[in-house]
């Protein structure tokens, strides 16, 4: 992928033209920043299984500013209510 930049700036502008949001992030505290801006404080959230979130622990950061936040994946669940 010699041209990833050029592949993510054309992602995310087709994202932009079908009516979307694309934001980049480098770090995973960036994709945390962004999600909690995105969400707010006092929401209760259901997530669907997504690596991503898991590796940049959005699930717990998401907590930690004031959110109810549960997961639909059956092995994630059992992990969060243990």
Same mark, same amino acid.
């Given at each position: !992928?010699? @041209? =990833?930049?050029? *592949? %993510?700036? !054309? &992602? !995310?502008?087709? +994202?932009?033209? /079908?009516?979307?949001?694309? *934001?980049?992030?480098?770090?995973? #505290?960036? +994709?945390?920043? $962004?999600?909690?801006?995105? +969400? ?5 959230? $259901?997530?669907?299984? /997504?690596? %991503?979130? *898991?590796? %940049?622990?959005?699930?717990?950061? =998401? #907590?930690? +500013?004031?959110?109810? %936040?549960?997961? &639909? @994946? =059956?092995?994630? =669940? $059992? $992990? #969060?209510? /243990?």
């Amino acid at each position: !992928m010699n @041209d =990833l930049e050029n *592949y %993510v700036q !054309m &992602t !995310m502008e087709a +994202v932009k033209r /079908s009516g979307g949001n694309a *934001y980049f992030a480098r770090e995973p #505290q960036e +994709v945390r920043e $962004i999600a909690a801006k995105i +969400v707010g404080k006092g929401k209760r959230i $259901i997530m669907a299984k /997504s690596m %991503v979130a *898991y590796e %940049v622990g959005l699930r717990k950061f =998401l #907590q930690e +500013v004031g959110n109810e %936040v549960w997961e &639909t @994946d =059956l092995g994630e =669940l $059992i $992990i #969060q209510a /243990s």
